[in-house]
């Protein structure tokens, strides 16, 4: 069974570095995409970028590129995405999400994590 | 980027009502069009891709229509457990896009 297990909900302050995880098993972790997608408060859905773990091939979205970074370790079957300098605005679930079919990196989302709630405020 | 324009922002309807959410996309795209269903608390639940294919395990009463740039999602007989927010999503090119999201209620 294919299953996506993020990491906690974080409370953090502005200017603090955060490192977000997803943990997958049930399948052969480097042959899927993995997604990021954040969910502001009351607010609708928007794609952060996506991680091929097989090569570690990346693609970010315009609005988050520069803002956030996405990995993965193959040993651990995570993958990751990290803040250097977190702000108010960056407050919102974070799910990550694996597509449908192997080696692509537009599919729909079949399979999604729980959400990992991050919290950032003075 | 492809804008994805979902209409209406809500809705509010009665047991056993037909109910129809609109999406259109600012450009053709492909028939590469998801919807989901998200419940409060809860992570998004894929229930239509590629404009039409029902996912495995999703009620027959919702049904995606649509091509081009205009597509739609159709509960045929609105369920309590069908309360929830819909969700369009394009991935006919990057960056992938959401529409702004359907709140059904029930009246």
């Known amino acids: 069974e294919v299953q996506l297990v993020q990491s906690a909900a974080e409370v953090k302050k502005p200017g603090e570095s955060l490192k977000i995880s997803c943990e997958a098993s049930?399948?052969?972790?480097?042959?899927?995409?993995i997604d990021w997608v954040r969910q502001m408060p009351g607010k609708g859905l928007e794609w952060v970028g996506v991680?091929?773990?097989?090569?570690?091939?990346?693609r970010y979205s315009p609005s988050f590129q520069g803002q956030v970074t996405i990995s993965a370790d193959t040993s651990l079957n995570t993958a990751y995405l990290q803040w250097s300098s977190l702000k108010a605005s960056d407050t919102a679930i974070y799910y990550c999400?694996?597509?449908?079919?192997?080696?692509?990196?537009?599919?729909?989302?079949?399979?999604w994590g729980q959400g990992t709630l991050i919290s950032v405020s003075s | 980027d492809i804008q994805m324009t979902q209409s209406p922002s809500s809705l509010s309807a009665s047991v056993g009502d037909r109910v129809t959410i609109t999406c259109q996309a600012s450009?053709?795209?492909?028939?590469?069009l998801n919807w989901y269903q998200q419940k409060p608390g809860k992570a998004p639940k894929l229930l239509i891709y590629?404009?039409?294919t029902l996912e495995t395990g999703v009620p027959v009463r919702f049904s995606g229509s649509g091509s081009g740039t205009d597509f739609s999602l159709t509960i045929s007989s609105l369920q309590p457990e069908d309360i929830a927010t819909y969700f369009c999503?394009?991935?006919?090119?990057?960056?992938?896009?959401f529409g702004g999201g359907t709140k059904v209620e029930i009246k």
């Open positions: 999503q394009q991935y006919d090119d990057l960056p992938l896009t």
């Open positions: 450009q053709d795209i492909n028939n590469f």
């Open positions: 590629d404009a039409s």
């Open positions: 049930g399948y052969t972790f480097t042959t899927y995409w």
């Open positions: 991680i091929f773990p097989g090569d570690s091939d990346t």
């Open positions: 999400a694996r597509g449908f079919w192997p080696g692509a990196s537009q599919t729909p989302f079949h399979y």
